[in-house]
DNA sequence: CTGAAAGCGCTTACAG
DNA sequence: CTGAAAGCGCTTACAG
């Protein structure tokens, strides 16, 4: 039903080899030859077969994304980055999920990615240096997100600065009992991104002269639900925390929504930060660490498709910006609990 | 570097065909064969070249998810679904935005999906059943969701009884003047979910013999920030709506802010009431209009599936389940307002 | 139950 | 600038 290249070749009175050259663009085709064979095409309505091209070029024309789960917030953003610009350089992407059926480790048994990615962008994957190792030796080309220097191209935001930055706001505001709501506790992947913010939260604290009381650290397993487990666990605390940063907006959310179901205003009672700036963070007025995350997706793309035609760009890690956006949920400790020096 | 299928019929003293049919579980082969075939590709840590498979198979194995953009919240939960149960099928997902460079129009002029997908599904697509009839002449299966019916098999929500479910949740309480938050004014595009979203709400206005005000109906672009300027144009009525009904919790969220920041208390001075039940919305307290996205993304990968291996499974339309979820966001009206009979 | 061979629809040296 | 031919790595009748 459908056209193939021997029919474009003979319509337009040309061998395939000229077919296939004219349509992608290569030189050494004369004009008028190009002419005729595009216009055939458009006659028939044309289009190559991927499997075919793919197969015969030797390459695949498709890049796979590794993310924990699609679905989430932050990573449906990336995929949407990342798309967009693999896309437009007639790339497919490939999603691999790592927490699904069997997860992380089969994924690094099966390495499912084999001869069908001509690149990688990895994302927050919670592998040891070995096992990276081992995802290279495929050999396809691999940029990464989210991950500290692995000895592939990649991008970072600076988890600890942003974390030192928004627990250094909620300290200025003159909070002394400051709770972070992180990862989950003893986490079996080893995510390296709910380590980094936690340091800096510690560091923070620790430069201010404030104790570190673990009681103050929840997990909140980057959840909505989770945030929300975490508050009512931070709520039965004997001395409660004026001020709770969240490792992420949604987990902020539920949090916030917990302590306003318990009596307490925010600010006025509890001040929370997030991170991310997650669409709806500015409409629930969310004071958070802001990271466009479209824009590290497109980004990685970029680098990706540069190295894949055999640029030498991006070889080292890229530091993406991150900023603090202070809207309505810090404030000042109630009167009484902060400045008692 | 990879082994190929003829290293493992080597190893394993037999033809490839025998390994062919071997490794994909045919009939017809001996078990000591099979075993010892296994045995081979396991040594030699043999995996199938997709598009070589694909393009003796004469399938593709992928199928395409057409949507109006990635990023958003109902259109990542649908790819979450639909990921999950194609993928453990063996199929790959790609992605097609409609609303990306080109537009809907250029989609439908080059149907990019030719000899690259077995099936598609097609979410929301604003196309008549004139161009719908064409993507069909490709010859891929074809599911839709949120489409009326096209002639493929598909799955809906009512959402007109949704809507009117919501509005009449509104009325009971004592309302009577509600306004609608929806799509675009003149949607260039024809979506058709806004259209019935509409109708629900005029028709339970009807019903209860309310008057139906245009003014009261405002354009939001299912966007937080359109939602959030819907509210904005309402709010300067002469008499301004005492509840509201947003057809998407975004916009029923970026509403609330505005309510909010013009003092007016939720729901004590304005109802609100979203729909989809997105993740935050119970975080926010939201009453809303629930729907299971993911699941209606695993639906239609099923029936997609089902159709692909010959079943003449769902051929009809399916109508998946909607519920009204009472939160906190939706109550009388103020004292004076309401019940004036 | 197994194998030899054709074929899927392209791309890419190689010649001219 | 163009074409004939080999080849990419599989699958699938067809024979046996």
Not at 6 to 15: G, M
Not at 64 to 80: A, D, E, K
Not at 246 to 271: H, K, N, T
Request: proline share 6%; hydrophobic share 45%; glycine share 12%.
């Amino acid at each position: 039903v459908t056209a193939s290249i021997e029919d474009v070749a003979r319509r337009a009175a040309v061998s395939v080899a000229t077919v296939s050259r004219a349509l992608r663009g290569l030189p050494n085709v004369a004009p008028s030859t190009r002419a005729r064979v595009l216009g055939a095409a458009t006659d028939l309505h044309y289009v190559a077969d991927p499997s075919a091209s793919r197969l015969a070029g030797g390459r695949s024309l498709t890049i796979g994304l590794v993310v924990p789960v699609l679905g989430q917030w932050y990573y449906s953003q990336l995929f949407s980055g990342v798309e967009a610009v693999v896309a437009a350089a007639g790339y497919d992407v490939l999603p691999f999920t790592l927490m699904g059926p069997g997860g992380t480790g089969r994924f690094l048994d099966t390495l499912p990615f084999r001869k069908r990615v001509d690149g990688l962008v990895v994302v927050d994957a919670p592998v040891d240096h070995e096992q990276f190792a081992r995802m290279m030796d495929v050999g396809v080309t691999i940029v990464t997100i989210g991950l500290s220097d692995r000895g592939a191209a990649g991008l970072v935001v600076d988890n600890a600065a942003a974390a030192r930055l928004a627990v250094g706001h909620l300290i200025g505001l003159g909070h002394q009992r400051i709770a972070l709501i992180g990862g989950v506790d003893d986490d079996p992947f080893g995510f390296s991104t709910p380590v980094d913010r936690l340091r800096g939260y510690q560091e923070a604290l620790r430069t201010a002269g404030l104790s570190l009381d673990p009681r103050l650290a929840a997990p909140g397993n980057f959840s909505l639900a989770g945030g929300a487990e975490a508050m009512n666990r931070l709520l039965t605390l004997d001395e409660p925390p004026t001020a709770v940063f969240a490792c992420s907006d949604e987990m902020a959310i539920g949090a916030m929504q917990v302590a306003r179901d318990a009596g307490l205003r925010v600010p006025e009672d509890l001040s929370i930060v997030g991170f991310d700036d997650h669409d709806v963070s500015e409409y629930v007025g969310l004071t958070t660490i802001r990271q466009d995350v479209v824009q590290q997706g497109e980004r990685a793309a970029e680098l990706l498709l540069g190295c894949l035609s055999g640029g030498t760009e991006g070889l080292g890690h890229e530091i993406h910006p991150t900023r603090l956006i202070v809207r309505h949920t810090s404030g000042p400790p109630p009167p009484g609990v902060g400045f008692r020096w």
